[in-house]
């Protein structure tokens, strides 16, 4: 069924549509909707991040992918059950169990999806003997990456908007105008995009990581401790704008907003003793950990694969090859 949307302050209307691609097989009709299409791209996308940063870091590859697919898996459906869980139709999804985990339909709380995937990852790290803090901070920037390009789910779905704006980029459409997905004071008028918002601000936050991971990574668990206080402060602002926030059962408190600010405060509060503990291991002061990379020439000359080991001293170094062919790079990106 074909919809549409528009941006009355910039002149644009154009029709879209839920469904990616519909097809039959074995008699039964295969819907792949946008909302899942853009949810799998930025996990892929992450995976590949992840995958090429791994050995830099000292993680095992194959170990690795054991980790992420189990949690992967466990964070989607919980992602589905808190949202139900805290939704104003948890009856209705009780009596229709079918509909609980019809996350096609769109419905996925990500503070869920984040927490089973930090619980759960840490189990398999420890399961999979997998240095856990380091493999969180390739989580965090693979998680902005998920989150800034799924949140065009929501824009194909037309849900996750805001409270009614006069700003030239407020949007509106034909589902939105329906009120389906969170009622709005004047429903003819334009409304925050506020899915928008949040994707601009993931993916400007996978550069911001990114860039610290090169030039100011000092210690295990940075990453992971910046990604929270990033995403949290900006989610405790654009949760306020939203029409269709979840609320803790018989309060005024919005669910996603509370839990902004645990993220915040146990990012901040991370960060912290990290960095104590990071410089009390280097003598008192912090030591950025400078990678240390085998040439192409040096690799082909080994039978073994070069491995990556983090020293005492906080820096990592490559075992396999002849010292003579590796070199120290700040830059291998």
Not at 56 to 61: F, H, P, V, Y
Not at 247 to 256: E, L
């Amino acid at each position: 069924m074909e919809h549409w949307v528009a941006f009355p302050g910039l002149g644009l209307e154009f029709p879209i549509s839920q469904t990616f691609l519909k097809f039959e097989i074995f008699g039964m009709t295969v819907d792949i909707r946008f909302y899942g299409l853009m949810i799998a791209i930025g996990f892929t996308l992450a995976v590949i991040y992840a995958f090429h940063q791994a050995p830099k870091l000292g993680i095992d590859r194959d170990r690795m992918l054991d980790v992420v697919l189990v949690t992967a898996v466990v964070a989607v459906i919980c992602a589905r059950l808190y949202y139900v869980f805290f939704s104003d139709n948890v009856e209705y999804y009780l009596s229709h169990p079918d509909k609980i985990l019809a996350i096609w339909d769109g419905g996925l709380a990500i503070y869920g999806g984040i927490i089973a995937a930090f619980v759960v990852g840490a189990l398999m790290c420890r399961l999979r003997k997998v240095n856990t803090l380091a493999l969180f901070d390739l989580a965090a920037i693979g998680f902005l990456m998920g989150q800034g390009l799924g949140r065009w789910g929501n824009f194909f779905n037309q849900e996750a908007y805001g409270v009614n704006t006069d700003l030239p980029w407020g949007m509106t459409g034909d589902i939105i105008q329906s009120g389906v997905n969170g009622a709005v004071e004047d429903p003819m008028s334009p409304v925050h995009p506020t899915f928008l918002y949040e994707s601009l601000w993931c993916l400007l936050g996978v550069l911001v990581l990114h860039l610290m991971f090169k030039k100011l990574y000092y210690f295990h668990g940075q990453l992971f401790g910046a990604y929270l206080v990033w995403y949290g402060a900006e989610r405790l602002v654009v949760e306020g704008l939203r029409t269709d926030s979840l609320f803790i059962p018989g309060t005024p408190i919005r669910v996603s907003q509370a839990v902004s600010v645990a993220a915040i405060l146990g990012g901040a509060v991370l960060l912290f003793v990290l960095a104590i503990r990071a410089k009390r291991q280097s003598g008192g002061q912090l030591q950025r950990i400078v990678f240390t990379v085998p040439t192409a020439e040096a690799v082909e000359e080994t039978a073994e694969e070069p491995t990556v080991t983090l020293q005492s001293d906080d820096r990592l170094s490559v075992e396999g090859v002849p010292t003579e062919n590796a070199i120290q790079t700040e830059e291998d990106m």
